[in-house]
């Protein structure tokens, strides 16, 4: 818990490029929300095209694709964002281990960010899914919360997924490569 | 060399002491080394100062001393404990009970306030997050900078921002404070109060210090003076109030 709350602080005093970071995990739950949403207007519309020869199933599993791009490259996007942020901080992680936090706490610190831009990224995509989707025909309340929901939960479980092999990479440095690393 | 016999005949055992130390680091193809058999011991209240140009190995002694990093050869003992047998987390909650370190460049961190600075090491940690402010707050009023509490590193002078590290270091209360060249960064005004803040916490807090420098007028408020020279140690004062070691005093 304390590993979280100073992962919220750090977020906190530097918000303009943590909301950048988050705009990377909100285009793809943007999508992600938007078909899931649509998913029952989708497969009307595709009944309907099937009439002129093209299958549901090929529509369904086109937008299922496409779906899947956004979350994997957001995915990757979160993972290269977090990289970069556990560079930049090195000489932060260098004290943090000069001063014997443990491994495991630095660890978190850096997961807990991912997964919090993966949760403010999910928000903020919901709210643009939701605006896109108004835009169609009206989705049903109970299609939104569905939408809602499985966006915020994946949105979250990948960013998290995506920031190990940084955090980890924090956990790994030498300390003392990290302090004398000149800024 | 001999210092291990001065530590053994002496009555307070040493904090630090290294036995036979040395530390290679291979740069591409090269082998740089470091430290070529260095054993010091370190005593409670003692304030050292290690003398030495820049690649005399003093950086490397302190990382090593305080368990920052470990030698390719040798011992260290913290407080009498071997180091090397000590896990990676074990080594961590050794310097994070046991040692304080300053840096050259004060590592403070910019988004953090003075008091939250301070607070770092301790942040994790299972404590009263209301005692430890307070306790943030006594030791910025100690090095004097009791109307910076809420300043970023932005917003303070180098001499203050070293102040802040100094704070840091202590908030764990440490047994050991190493100082890696704490006043190359200043301009000499504010490095002299800097080693004077040091030499007063020595004294009236008793605290064990290493300070590393180049400078020769650091040195002089030193209880005591190992030079170093190409990754050995060629002159060492003694230690302080303790006769048996001028064995050792070769200058």
Not at chain 1, 79 to 101: C, D, F, N, P, S
Not at chain 1, 118 to 147: H, K, S, W, Y
Not at chain 2, 126 to 150: I, Q, Y
Request: hydrophobic share 45%; glycine share 10%; net charge negative.
């Amino acid at each position: 818990m304390k590993s979280l709350r100073y992962s919220m602080r750090m977020i906190n005093r530097a918000r303009g490029s943590a909301l950048l970071r988050s705009a990377a995990v909100a285009v793809a739950a943007a999508l992600t929300f938007f078909v899931i949403a649509q998913s029952s207007t989708v497969r009307t519309q595709a009944a309907d095209l099937a009439v002129g020869g093209i299958s549901v199933d090929l529509i369904e599993r086109a937008t299922l694709a496409l779906t899947v791009i956004a979350i994997v490259v957001g995915a990757l996007q979160v993972g290269v964002l977090m990289t970069r942020v556990v560079l930049q901080r090195m000489q932060e992680i260098g004290i943090l281990k000069a001063a014997g936090v443990s491994s495991r706490n630095i660890f978190l610190v850096f997961l807990y960010e991912s997964l919090l831009y993966g949760f403010v990224g999910g928000l903020i995509g919901c709210v643009i899914g939701l605006g896109i989707a108004l835009l169609g025909p009206m989705p049903g309340g109970e299609e939104v919360v569905r939408a809602f929901i499985f966006t915020m939960v994946l949105s979250t479980v990948v960013s998290t997924i995506a920031g190990l092999a940084p955090a980890r990479r924090a956990v790994k440095s030498s300390a003392v490569e990290a302090i004398s690393h000149a800024w | 060399m001999n210092q291990e016999a001065a530590g053994q005949s002496e009555g307070d055992a040493p904090i630090v002491q290294t036995d036979d130390l040395w530390k290679l680091f291979t740069l591409g193809d090269e082998v740089v080394k470091a430290l070529k058999g260095v054993s010091v011991a370190v005593h409670p209240g003692e304030l050292v100062c290690i003398m030495g140009p820049s690649g005399s190995g003093k950086s490397t002694m302190l990382h090593l001393m305080g368990g920052l990093e470990r030698p390719t050869k040798g011992e260290i003992y913290l407080e009498g404990q071997p180091l090397s047998g000590l896990t990676e987390s074990q080594l961590s909650v050794m310097r994070h009970q046991a040692v304080g370190f300053i840096f050259q460049s004060y590592n403070l961190i910019p988004l953090l306030t003075a008091v939250e600075n301070v607070e770092l090491p301790l942040i994790f940690d299972d404590v009263d997050s209301n005692e430890v402010k307070e306790k943030c707050v006594a030791l910025l009023e100690r090095v004097g900078l009791g109307h910076r509490l809420d300043h970023t590193p932005a917003r303070m002078s180098g001499g203050e921002q070293q102040r802040v590290a100094i704070a840091r270091s202590l908030i764990g209360s440490p047994k050991v404070l190493l100082a890696d060249e704490p006043t190359a960064n200043l301009d000499h005004a504010n490095g002299e109060a800097i080693v004077e803040l040091l030499t007063t916490l020595n004294s009236e807090m008793g605290m064990t210090t290493v300070i590393s420098t180049h400078d020769r007028s650091v040195a002089e408020h030193a209880s005591r003076v190992i030079e170093m020279a190409d990754g050995k140690v060629i002159a060492d004062s003694g230690a302080s109030g303790n006769p048996l070691t001028s064995s050792n005093a070769s200058a």
